[in-house]
């Protein structure tokens, strides 16, 4: 069947909070496969990074955009009021895509887990709810807080509802389906793996370019957000350990992305003497990211293990492996799950083993390459995109299925692909974000 009129006449309200689109890659794809497969779809999310037309359309996509708040990192005080004012923009353009265009489906994306209000607010009109688990928002709770306590409880409350609210989930890997249908109480039907995955021709593996290295020999790739959870603080103090007690001191950090706590870790990397090994590029997208990455000979993912982050799928590794750079961060369930023998695992939030393995590659560049080659067949062989697709069409197949409106492109959930390992304990235990 044509895919132009695989999805035609299904209409999709996808709602993200803490990214604009085009910038969050795994909405945009979705959003575009979509289109790509006849569905009218229009997205409400923030502005920000540049992206600051309050409506447009791009590649089919209808965006209808808010004025970004400023990004709560000081409380839940602060995290209330980013929230509400979410709230409050989600209902105002929903009603506004509604009188404009109509939806049929609406697709929600946490965090936070409050989009089955609006859900709710449409349920008797005939609209279905499907739920994108980006991240375990109590684990992400405490991960940036430390500790459990009412507000914990009431963000699985909202987790409950979520799932009681939705149809049909999409979870972003195996340890999130696991969430769904134990913490959840999904039928294991409803609930379908859809990776966060790259798009292989837009990750095309081109020659360095030895200005970004800083006249270097060996240059470390980081590329993500810069906040509480992303072991920042680990990686710097990895770095000084590298530099000052290894003795490798003809190295380059390059660090490309934004996020509540770049300043922070700027300061950091002065504190340690470390200028000099640093850079900070902040964000760059398409032929300048690519540049970063082609040039960086290892990539680094200094995520700590924690309950959010053991069963989270970390994009950046992703795009390490696609474009065949060896990857070292800390030993993470779904961080093996990705990468398996394309990276060194360093033992749990320890910057001296982080640098330890570091030094291995550094000094082993034949190790390096064929590290590099595995992580590349993999994504090629079951973890791009193309491979995502199936399921993520195959979901709205059963969404729309379940309304009773008939089916359009005949999509069935995929299996899990044969893998060179399996998934550690998946079968034992619920694990936990994206």
Known sequence: MDNQREGEGRRVLIVVENLPVPLDRRVWLEAT??????????????????WDALQEVIEGVHIYRYPAPTEAHAGAIAYAREYLHFLWHM???ARHVRRERGFDVIHGCNPPDLVFLLALRYRLSGVRYLFDHHDVCPELFEAKFDKKGLLYRV????ERLTFACASVSIATNE?????AIRRGKMNP??????????????????PPDPALKHGAATMMGYVGVIGQQEGMDLLVAAADHLVNVLGHRDVHFAIVGFGPHLDEVKRDVRAHGL?????????????????VLNTADIGVSPDPKNAMNDISTMNKVMEYMTLEKPVVQFDLTEGRMSADEASLY?????????????AMLIEDPALCKRMGKIGRERVLGWLSWDHSMPNLLAAY???????GRGRAGGYEKAPMPSQPQSHPDASAKPATRH
Request: proline letters at 4%.
């Open 189 to 206: 039907d409803d609930v379908f793996v859809v990776r966060s995955a790259p798009q292989v021709e837009k990750f095309e593996i081109r």
């Open 175 to 179: 340890s999130f389906r696991q969430i």
């Open 275 to 291: 200028e000099d090994w640093f850079t900070f590029t902040g964000a760059l997208y398409g032929e300048d990211l690519l540049a």
């Open 346 to 358: 360093a033992r749990a939030n320890d910057p001296v083993d982080f640098a330890k393995k570091l």
């Open 33 to 50: 496969t979509l289109v790509a497969h006849g569905y009218e779809v229009s997205v409400i999310c923030p502005t920000g990074r540049g």
């Open 397 to 403: 197949d059963r969404i729309f299925n379940k309304a």
């Open 91 to 93: 209902f105002r353009l």
């Open 155 to 158: 963000m699985l409350l909202w």
